[in-house]
């Protein structure tokens, strides 16, 4: 078949993927987008952050109800679970999702190409539709390769989706396990584990070091995992994993202290192994045409994206940086606008995490761990939220803001929140840092009242000995 040519061939329909492609399209590029599953959004609209939130949002009201409504004079009667019900308004949900995705893709005229994409040549990619259909070469004068990541799986412990789930089986499953094992207190261990924690499983959580969340706040992540620990999560630190056996039923785990010693066998219903993501870069025919790699499978790229062959771009999951669907957004942009001949780059000290347990946790910057490391000199304004009129009215007090700001400029270097809407608070600080903010800034920036945000400005004003309520 007769090439077609494009200025722009995308690989991967997910966020870095699709937005990379909308924004080629503002720019009057002829873009085409291959997509190997069947609908767009990638692992985050179909397996990941999306279906994620609808079940955390669901099993989040199915607790409240059961534990809060009463002392705000709601009486509900017996709180019913519709596993079925709740899984399937997911569904509806991603459908939505991929569905806007499609919308958007017909409204800028960008052709979605399904099948697997395969470098074929500086200049084309060849595409090999799932249903056996004719395969196709396009011809493009630019290429980004937007393929994602994938679970990295562990030695040992091999996944079926039934007994043994990565989070794509753990999205779904049929029924609450009684007993679940989560290995990997990272960011889909503690939302997944907190998910089937309060539809009812007994949820053990097992973590090679010595803490959750590494890489977050040490107090963030401490008083996170004495919250959740009231919420019927489990914590087994310093353990590691050593096999799983699937047992009729059951799964047997063996685990033993991460320092060594005597193992020990754990028991569960269901294991989910939630250790990690890596490249998702075999099979993409990188060798061929001289794409080169890191030791660990990540694409190499320049400040602009560029990889080793001219021509040829790499974003989102598949390059270094933090693996986050709103990372991947702001590469594609930044990637085709350069294309384009604009100037722009990406500053990941800039770029925020938000843990979507409950309450949230969310960062942005340095950590206080990081600042130390580095010996930058830095003040610390931190407030709680039970000092905030609007956390007590609401009925939830845990949690508090911390900025960290440098000594002397004021300059914000970081922002840790832990509390709810943490995820939300925490984009003030983003944009304040984003334009070379100091935390009096903020602090004199008029906060509405009875707001969350008011902890936010009261973080900022204690970074510069001024705090009000506290
Ligand atoms: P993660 O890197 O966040 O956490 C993995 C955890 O597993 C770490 O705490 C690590 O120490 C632990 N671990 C590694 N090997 C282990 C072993 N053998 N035994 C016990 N523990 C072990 O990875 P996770 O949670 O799988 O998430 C993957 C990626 O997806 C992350 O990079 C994250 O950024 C992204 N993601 C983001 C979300 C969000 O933004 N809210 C939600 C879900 C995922």
Sequence with gaps: MEAQTHDLVIIGGGPGGYVAAIRAAQLGMKVACVEA?????????????????????????YTEAQTHFAEHGVGVGTVTLDLAAMQARKDKVVDQNTRGVAFLFKKHNI?????????????????TPADGGAAQTL????????????????????VDEVRIVSSTGGLALPAVPKRLIVIGAGYIGLELGSVWARLGSEVTVVEYLPRILP???DEVATTLQRLLGRQKLTF?????????????????????PAEGGDAEVLEADVVLVAVGRKANTVGVGLEAVGVKTDARGMIA????????????????DCIPGPMLAHKAEEDGVACVENIAGLHAHVDYNQVPGVVYTWPEAAAVGQTEQ?????GVEYAVGKFPFLANGRARANGFTDGFVKILAEKGSGTILGAHILGPEAGTLIHEVVVAMGYGGTAEH????CHAHPTLAEAVKEAALGAIGRAIHI
Aim: glycine letters at 12%; hydrophobic letters at 45%.
């Design 139 to 158: 011809a493009a004068k630019n290429i980004i390769i937007a393929t994602g990541s994938i679970p990295t799986p562990l030695a040992g412990v091999p």
């Design 236 to 256: 087994r630190l310093g353990t590691k994993v050593i096999g799983a056996t699937v047992r009729g039923e059951a799964v047997a785990l063996t685990v033993q």
């Design 111 to 127: 052709a979605h190409v399904r099948g697997t994409g395969v470098l074929a040549g500086r200049t084309s990619v060849a595409v």
């Design 215 to 217: 890489g977050m706040d």
């Design 442 to 445: 903020v602090a004199r920036t």
């Design 370 to 374: 990081q600042l130390k490391a580095a």
């Design 37 to 61: 599953r069947e609908r767009l959004g990638g692992t985050c609209v179909n397996v990941g952050c999306i279906p994620s939130k609808a079940l955390l949002t669901s099993s989040h009201l």
């Design 301 to 316: 790229v320049d400040a602009h994206f560029a990889t080793s062959v001219p021509g040829i771009y790499a974003i989102g």
